[in-house]
């Protein structure tokens, strides 16, 4: 028999306790204020069809997969050539394939629009890296069947009223459109096909640079006309004096014009109601709405609005998403209207553990500390004692006490126990 | 590419919103009764080393085990002869055996007695049946570090509480002493060796009655004046006028009386006080407590105390735990006291969905319907009032009204929203 392993397999994770209280709590303000907005909780296995993981639907994830091996008559090692053979289910790598999945499978029973929340683990085998996991949570709102960009405006007011409830503030909503992107890629001149490609440039902007980019694009043997003039684009940002400070929609507004009939005016449309009515609707949170043309968002299924939030506390997004409306018709053969936003859960809690969190409103906690020996009669009058505590909305804990009775009550005091009573097998002793 | 698939996979599912309210309900009831006797939460990743889930710790469950494939350079394919050459990790079948692998790497982290709360999804690749699913969430509550039978009273009263906390009354919880099989194995001659297998047979007493069992135990060669006797053993039970009705702790010292010296005394000692300090201390809660000497649990790792809850409204346990104070030892190589109870969450709710349950005080909900075509500074006023109401703790979904508004309202009154507001883009018409 191989040794017994006391570490959790790489590249994830045992959670302590403490961690635990704020993910708990974090976890219930984000459903709860998902609820209000009248989202309904769903759940899909972790486990999915591999034909569903595999189907080009989750870009560079899908090489990050889990597999599982087949098991019993169907696992034919003998005769395996490839993974294929030994597997036909892995560990889902989001929630959104199945999540399309799910709505493509039950459609008929549920609401229309429908209005989803999503909490669950999803699994990556990526590199060990600070704040990234190979399991981790989502937490995921999405709506399906809403054409309209009331869904947009939704998922945006919704998710930052999520966080605003977590107490961030001061964090942006980035918001831009694949079909922008699109368009400036047309205006650029850039050959249709090259599309991916300088958007996947494009969204290193923030690590590379502006040279950086244009290092790339040129590497690609794109014509130096075209990039100068995808480049020279981004001036009328860099222009625009305050340009965080400044309404997204008027920036927006400045940045078409460059754009001139490359744009097409319905996207321009209605990425500009989506700005103001969000701007308008969200009254004094304490977030910023920005127009981002240099946001890409890596997943290929987006057809249209993408945003992300940005914490000026972390680096990197804190949460995105965007509209897919062809995932549901992969499976179904009618594409349905989709549109989502997914807050990154394990940052978020890394960045209040940082922060030194602590939960509002925690109940008091008292500890009985019980001497050896006390048993019977004696023992289930004191428990039905912290019975009553309990009942009065008090967290009580039961314990033996011990003979390092100061060690004891200062472990206790650490773990917020500021109420700590002995009882001893001569109850004139308790104290 | 493969066709993709609608359905979950085999034996898997996906839950709807409203089994998922009562799920989330009951998880939440669950969660905060155990909070309340100061079990602190913890998380486990849901892929274990296989080495842990092959160290015999998980009897049968073990067959059942979903391996991960090895991934990259690890995988050689045309090198493997079995699985244990492309899978080196699992998906866990309990909670229990990556619980005490928690335990024994973050001892120092933790209080001293640990009390847990772990809630999460085990798998297990069983053949589909109504009830069992391969993916499913547990419920269970340990105490490490406790030596004495302060944690069997504290994981019965805790467990039992939760239920009562769902609503449930008039369960059972049946509590044995595997020493105590061990001593009625003694008492009627059986050879030590064959132990297991008598418990295995007494475990289908309900299933195959008591000619059932004789039966079995003659076909393993066992001596016919063992099994007379030991069969005799559970004629005090049936004598014994009104057996569930009589207070556990007396229908004990009767059956105790027959076993005489094969009983060890302290055994006896331990499970009278846990029975008559558990009878004590519930108080007028709605539970019955119940002596069952024919009580197994099939799990080898058990040391000394088991229970089960048993529902009338269902023929199998509804949950069930026991002390195994030897699994942590396997881990650090020392023995540490454990002991817990777990609840079979979707039995549970399986019950309560049959029962037609819904969630006591559930928020009020609105729908906003709005017309298609209202955008700008009226859409933004709409959704400000929605908020409003979602600060006086409304649930408010706002949603376009549909052509057939009939329908539409229908459909949201059946999921409980009574109360609907129509917005018209002519605001004079708002209903």
Redesign the interface.
């Known amino acids: 028999?191989?040794?017994?392993?006391?570490?959790?397999?790489t590249g994830?994770?045992?959670?302590?306790?403490s961690e635990?209280?704020i993910?708990?709590y974090c976890m219930?303000v984000i459903?709860g204020t998902y609820?209000?907005?009248?989202f309904?909780?769903?759940?899909?296995?972790?486990?999915?069809?591999?034909?569903?993981l595999?189907?080009?639907q989750g870009g560079d994830n899908e090489k990050l997969m889990?597999?599982?091996?087949k098991?019993g008559e169907k696992?034919r090692?003998d005769e395996?050539?490839?993974?294929d053979d030994?597997?036909d289910?892995g560990?889902r790598y989001d929630l959104t394939v199945p999540l399309s999945?799910?709505y493509?499978?039950?459609q008929a029973?549920?609401?229309?629009?429908f209005?989803?929340i999503q909490i669950g683990?999803s699994?990556r085998?990526e590199r060990p890296q600070k704040g990234r996991f190979?399991?981790f949570t989502q937490c995921d709102i999405d709506i399906f069947g809403?054409p309209?960009n009331?869904a947009e405006?939704?998922l945006i007011?919704a998710t930052s009223?999520a966080l605003t409830n977590l107490g961030f503030s001061g964090f942006q909503v980035r918001v831009n459109d694949r079909r922008l992107l699109r368009a400036m890629a047309d205006y650029s001149g850039f050959p249709a096909d090259s599309f991916d490609q300088v958007c996947i440039s494009l969204d290193k902007l923030d690590k590379i640079g502006r040279d950086g980019v244009e290092g790339e694009l040129s590497g690609q043997g794109l014509p130096a006309a075209s990039i100068d003039r995808y480049l020279g684009l981004f001036d009328v940002m860099e222009m625009t004096e305050g340009y965080g400070d400044k309404p997204a929609a008027q920036v927006l507004e400045q940045f078409a014009a460059r754009l001139g009939d490359a744009l097409p005016h319905l996207v321009l449309e209605n990425l500009t109601?989506i700005l103001?009515?969000?701007e308008?609707?969200k009254?004094d949170a304490g977030f910023q709405l920005v127009f981002d043309p240099t946001l890409v968002r890596g997943m290929g299924y987006y057809t249209g609005t993408i945003y992300e939030i940005a914490m000026p506390q972390f680096g990197g997004a804190c949460g995105g998403g965007g509209r897919y409306d062809g995932m549901v018709g992969?499976?179904?053969g009618t594409d349905v209207p989709a549109c989502g936003f997914s807050i990154g859960f394990e940052r978020i809690i890394m960045l209040l553990m940082e922060q030194g969190f602590t939960i509002p409103d925690a109940?008091a906690?008292t500890?009985f500390l019980?001497e050896?020996g006390v048993?019977?009669?004696r023992?289930?009058?004191i428990?039905?004692e912290a019975?009553a505590l309990?009942r009065e909305g008090?967290?009580?804990?039961?314990?033996?006490r011990m003979k390092n009775t100061k060690f004891q009550k200062q472990?206790?005091a650490e773990?917020g126990f500021e109420d700590i009573r002995e009882f001893f097998r001569d109850a004139e002793h308790d104290a």
């Open positions: 028999m191989a040794d017994l392993v006391k570490k959790p397999v994830m994770r045992d959670i302590l306790p635990m209280t993910r708990n219930n459903r609820e209000s907005y009248g309904v909780n769903i759940e899909t296995p972790v486990v999915e069809s591999l034909a569903n595999t189907s080009k889990f597999r599982i091996l098991r696992l090692i395996a050539k490839n993974e030994l597997s289910a560990l999945r799910y493509a499978a039950h029973e549920l609401m229309n629009p209005k989803a683990s699994f085998a190979r399991q809403e309209s009331l405006i939704e007011l009223q109601e103001t009515t969000v308008e609707a009254g992969r499976f179904t109940p906690r500890a019980i050896k048993a019977g009669t023992l289930s009058e428990l039905k019975d309990r008090r967290q009580v804990l039961t314990i033996r472990q206790l773990r």
